[in-house]
Protein backbone atom coordinates (compact mmCIF):
# COMPACT_ATOMS: atom_id res chain seq x y z
CA UNK A 1 0.00 0.00 0.00
CA UNK A 2 1.42 3.38 -0.78
CA UNK A 3 1.88 6.11 1.41
CA UNK A 4 1.90 10.19 0.46
CA UNK A 5 2.39 12.62 2.91
CA UNK A 6 1.46 14.99 1.34
CA UNK A 7 -2.59 13.96 1.27
CA UNK A 8 -3.44 14.66 4.75
CA UNK A 9 -1.98 17.83 5.09
CA UNK A 10 -3.85 21.33 4.26
CA UNK A 11 -2.37 23.59 2.28
CA UNK A 12 -2.76 27.51 3.05
CA UNK A 13 -1.40 30.43 0.83
CA UNK A 14 2.24 32.03 2.25
CA UNK A 15 1.47 35.16 4.40
CA UNK A 16 -1.70 34.17 5.57
CA UNK A 17 -2.44 32.18 8.97
CA UNK A 18 -6.68 32.71 8.84
CA UNK A 19 -9.10 30.15 8.07
CA UNK A 20 -11.30 30.15 5.33
CA UNK A 21 -14.81 31.91 5.45
CA UNK A 22 -17.86 30.50 4.27
CA UNK A 23 -19.11 31.69 1.43
CA UNK A 24 -22.33 34.04 1.11
CA UNK A 25 -25.40 32.66 -0.82
CA UNK A 26 -25.92 33.89 -4.05
CA UNK A 27 -29.41 34.63 -3.21
CA UNK A 28 -29.09 36.44 -0.70
CA UNK A 29 -28.82 40.16 0.09
CA UNK A 30 -25.89 41.94 0.72
CA UNK A 31 -27.14 43.19 4.16
CA UNK A 32 -28.41 39.22 5.11
CA UNK A 33 -25.01 37.98 3.91
CA UNK A 34 -22.73 39.92 6.48
CA UNK A 35 -25.41 40.13 9.14
CA UNK A 36 -24.70 37.20 12.01
CA UNK A 37 -27.41 34.75 12.14
CA UNK A 38 -30.03 34.81 14.77
CA UNK A 39 -31.87 31.49 14.38
CA UNK A 40 -34.70 32.39 16.61
CA UNK A 41 -35.41 35.62 14.74
CA UNK A 42 -35.66 33.86 10.93
CA UNK A 43 -37.62 31.34 12.13
CA UNK A 44 -41.55 31.75 10.68
CA UNK A 45 -44.24 31.21 12.74
CA UNK A 46 -46.08 27.99 13.62
CA UNK A 47 -49.26 28.02 12.25
CA UNK A 48 -51.83 26.56 14.51
CA UNK A 49 -53.62 23.26 11.95
CA UNK A 50 -57.08 22.65 11.98
CA UNK A 51 -58.36 18.97 13.24
CA UNK A 52 -58.84 16.68 10.34
CA UNK A 53 -62.00 14.70 10.74
CA UNK A 54 -61.32 11.30 9.35
CA UNK A 55 -63.46 9.42 7.28
CA UNK A 56 -65.96 6.83 8.28
CA UNK A 57 -64.99 2.76 8.15
CA UNK A 58 -68.02 2.30 6.50
CA UNK A 59 -67.13 4.56 3.42
CA UNK A 60 -63.27 3.06 3.23
CA UNK A 61 -63.74 0.14 0.55
CA UNK A 62 -62.26 -3.08 2.32
CA UNK A 63 -64.04 -5.78 -0.08
CA UNK A 64 -62.37 -6.96 -2.88
CA UNK A 65 -63.25 -5.71 -6.74
CA UNK A 66 -65.88 -7.14 -7.96
CA UNK A 67 -65.62 -9.24 -10.59
CA UNK A 68 -66.67 -9.98 -13.84
CA UNK A 69 -69.79 -12.75 -14.34
CA UNK A 70 -67.60 -14.66 -16.39
CA UNK A 71 -64.83 -14.54 -13.43
CA UNK A 72 -67.14 -15.56 -11.06
CA UNK A 73 -65.90 -18.34 -9.02
CA UNK A 74 -62.84 -19.17 -11.16
CA UNK A 75 -59.02 -18.81 -10.03
CA UNK A 76 -56.29 -17.23 -11.87
CA UNK A 77 -53.36 -19.67 -13.27
CA UNK A 78 -50.24 -17.48 -14.99
CA UNK A 79 -47.52 -19.39 -16.93
CA UNK A 80 -44.28 -18.69 -18.56
CA UNK A 81 -44.07 -19.39 -22.09
CA UNK A 82 -41.26 -18.46 -24.33
CA UNK A 83 -41.77 -15.62 -27.04
CA UNK A 84 -42.37 -17.74 -29.86
CA UNK A 85 -44.77 -20.09 -27.93
CA UNK A 86 -46.87 -16.86 -26.87
CA UNK A 87 -46.75 -15.88 -30.82
CA UNK A 88 -48.09 -19.30 -31.87
CA UNK A 89 -50.44 -19.44 -29.43
CA UNK A 90 -51.77 -15.98 -30.43
CA UNK A 91 -51.80 -16.88 -34.00
CA UNK A 92 -53.56 -20.09 -33.33
CA UNK A 93 -56.38 -17.86 -31.51
CA UNK A 94 -56.61 -15.86 -34.02
CA UNK A 95 -56.47 -18.76 -36.64
CA UNK A 96 -59.45 -20.48 -34.83
CA UNK A 97 -61.30 -17.30 -33.74
CA UNK A 98 -61.23 -18.58 -30.05
CA UNK A 99 -59.91 -16.31 -27.26
CA UNK A 100 -56.92 -18.01 -26.03
CA UNK A 101 -59.17 -18.52 -22.29
CA UNK A 102 -60.84 -20.66 -24.34
CA UNK A 103 -57.68 -22.42 -25.55
CA UNK A 104 -56.46 -23.06 -22.41
CA UNK A 105 -59.06 -24.36 -21.01
CA UNK A 106 -58.88 -26.68 -23.80
CA UNK A 107 -55.46 -27.49 -23.29
CA UNK A 108 -55.98 -28.49 -19.74
CA UNK A 109 -58.83 -30.35 -20.08
CA UNK A 110 -56.41 -32.73 -22.34
CA UNK A 111 -54.05 -32.95 -19.96
CA UNK A 112 -56.26 -34.04 -17.28
CA UNK A 113 -57.70 -36.59 -19.59
CA UNK A 114 -54.39 -37.94 -20.75
CA UNK A 115 -54.08 -38.09 -16.86
CA UNK A 116 -57.08 -40.26 -17.04
CA UNK A 117 -59.27 -37.45 -14.71
CA UNK A 118 -61.96 -35.56 -15.29
CA UNK A 119 -62.57 -32.67 -17.87
CA UNK A 120 -63.69 -30.28 -15.60
CA UNK A 121 -62.02 -26.72 -16.89
Not at 81 to 105: F, I, V
Request: glycine fraction near 2%.
Amino acid sequence: MWYCRHALTRTIPKGSNKAMTKRPSLFASKAEANAPLDVEAKRPPIAKREPVEAAPISKLSTSPQKRPPSREGKRVLSIYLKPEAWKQLRMLSLDTEQPTQALGEEAINLLFEKHRLNRIA
